[in-house]
């Protein structure tokens, strides 16, 4: 999670409005978006094919384990899938913002279960009345449109199986992946300004003037004067993004999800033998900053071996490491690229 809140205005007292629209593309005439249609099918192909492979890559290990292993058995999920399933709007209280970047799952769920009762109407009404879907929705499950505190209640029970069942196994990984882009992006914000690292989140996203437009399917105006925006990464949603009202938050695909499910990196060359193949695979893992779960979990290693492994890179200056809240995040010093002779893919 990265917040980005507005900045004072030149006056006293004054705010810098920052407006953020959620629209689609603007009407064009026919023959315009023909031609354009006929230009980008070459394009079109190309990206099918890549689109393909990379989502293969991501969740085919994920998948094989959970119809291999039968999780979904028993979990009785029906209700939140449905409203999971919902094409445009799902109700905000169900995906509260994370507070800060350490935030656990527990914490999250029971903010959910503090949602006011006027609010899970107000928000379950929009999602379930308002549209078809919706409707067939709530006809076949009728349970949503019940008492709003039962409903919120079960639907935080069908979370938290969900997240025991079909996340938690894996979380260490996941985990990994989304603190790696999140330590991306605050030095992206530090060192290239809001435009840059807005522009670069997605194709789908993009700043302008003093106003950020996301294209997705609902088409809403959000005024973020005096409240900020919450930047999400997400390891599931490529390659879509979304947006939330309540508080403002825009979810993006993180970086480096292309290589979730890839075996632990290994180390070429003769660096194996001059610092041990384990430290070698270490350093070679820390193209992208990691914190010591993130490592381990890059490396297929214990968080005690991970630690201990990186306290002996940071004596050797070879790592340094700086902690941030409850977590460590590590990253090669100039030694550190010059010995690994490799740097991150992905900038």
Same mark, same amino acid.
């Given at each position: 999670?990265?917040?980005?809140?507005?900045?004072?205005?030149?006056?006293?007292?004054?705010?810098?409005?920052?407006?953020?629209?959620?629209?689609?593309?603007?009407?064009?005439?026919?023959?315009?978006?023909?031609?354009?249609?006929?230009?980008?099918?070459?394009?079109?192909?190309?990206? @099918?094919?890549?689109?393909?492979?990379?989502?293969?890559?991501?969740? @085919?290990?994920?998948?094989?384990?959970?119809?291999?292993?039968?999780?979904?058995?028993?979990?009785?999920?029906?209700?939140?899938?449905?409203?999971?399933?919902?094409?445009?709007?799902?109700?905000?209280?169900?995906?509260?913002?994370?507070?800060?970047?350490?935030?656990?799952?527990?914490?999250?769920?029971?903010?959910?279960?503090?949602?006011?009762?006027?609010?899970?109407?107000?928000?379950?009404?929009?999602?379930?009345?308002?549209?078809?879907?919706?409707?067939?929705?709530?006809?076949?499950?009728?349970?949503?449109?019940?008492?709003?505190?039962?409903?919120?209640?079960?639907?935080?029970?069908?979370?938290?199986?969900?997240?025991?069942?079909?996340?938690?196994?894996?979380? %260490?990984?996941?985990?990994?992946?989304?603190?790696?882009?999140?330590?991306?992006?605050?030095?992206?914000?530090?060192?290239?300004?809001?435009?840059?690292?807005?522009?670069?989140?997605?194709?789908?996203?993009?700043?302008?003037?003093?106003?950020?437009?996301?294209?997705?399917?609902?088409?809403?105006?959000?005024?973020?004067?005096?409240?900020?925006?919450?930047?999400?990464?997400?390891?599931?949603?490529?390659?879509?993004?979304?947006?939330?009202?309540?508080?403002?938050?825009?979810?993006?695909?993180?970086?480096?999800?292309?290589?979730?499910?890839?075996?632990?990196?290994?180390?070429?060359?003769?660096?194996?033998?001059?610092?041990?193949?384990?430290?070698?695979?270490?350093?070679?893992?820390?193209?992208?900053?990691?914190?010591? %779960?993130?490592?381990?979990?890059?490396?297929?290693?214990?968080?005690?071996?991970?630690?201990?492994?990186?306290?002996?890179?940071?004596?050797?200056?070879?790592?340094?490491?700086?902690?941030?809240?409850?977590?460590?995040?590590?990253?090669?010093?100039?030694?550190?690229?010059?010995?690994?002779?490799?740097?991150?893919?992905?900038?």
């Amino acid at each position: 999670m990265v917040a980005l809140t507005d900045s004072p205005g030149d006056g006293p007292g004054r705010a810098a409005a920052i407006r953020v629209e959620f629209a689609g593309p603007a009407r064009q005439d026919r023959l315009t978006v023909l031609i354009r249609l006929i230009l980008a099918v070459p394009h079109f192909i190309c990206l @099918g094919i890549a689109g393909l492979a990379t989502q293969i890559t991501i969740v @085919g290990g994920w998948l094989v384990a959970l119809v291999m292993g039968r999780r979904l058995a028993g979990l009785e999920l029906e209700p939140l899938a449905a409203l999971l399933r919902l094409p445009g709007y799902q109700p905000d209280f169900l995906n509260p913002p994370p507070q800060g970047p350490c935030t656990e799952f527990g914490t999250e769920l029971e903010q959910l279960t503090r949602t006011p009762s006027s609010r899970v109407v107000a928000e379950l009404g929009q999602a379930l009345h308002a549209t078809p879907a919706g409707q067939a929705a709530l006809r076949a499950h009728p349970e949503l449109g019940g008492e709003p505190e039962k409903v919120r209640d079960a639907l935080a029970g069908m979370l938290r199986r969900a997240w025991q069942a079909l996340v938690q196994p894996w979380w %260490s990984r996941l985990r990994e992946v989304l603190d790696a882009d999140i330590t991306f992006r605050a030095r992206q914000l530090a060192d290239a300004g809001v435009a840059v690292t807005l522009n670069d989140l997605d194709p789908k996203i993009r700043w302008r003037e003093g106003r950020l437009r996301v294209a997705v399917r609902a088409s809403e105006r959000c005024e973020l004067t005096g409240r900020g925006l919450v930047l999400m990464p997400s390891v599931f949603g490529w390659p879509q993004v979304a947006v939330m009202y309540d508080p403002p938050a825009v979810v993006y695909p993180a970086r480096g999800i292309a290589r979730l499910w890839q075996p632990p990196p290994t180390a070429g060359g003769a660096l194996p033998q001059l610092i041990g193949r384990t430290r070698a695979a270490i350093l070679t893992a820390l193209a992208d900053p990691a914190t010591t %779960s993130g490592v381990a979990a890059r490396c297929g290693l214990s968080i005690a071996t991970a630690s201990e492994h990186l306290g002996v890179l940071r004596a050797a200056k070879l790592v340094t490491s700086t902690r941030t809240g409850r977590s460590v995040t590590h990253e090669r010093t100039a030694l550190g690229v010059a010995l690994s002779g490799r740097e991150d893919p992905d900038r």
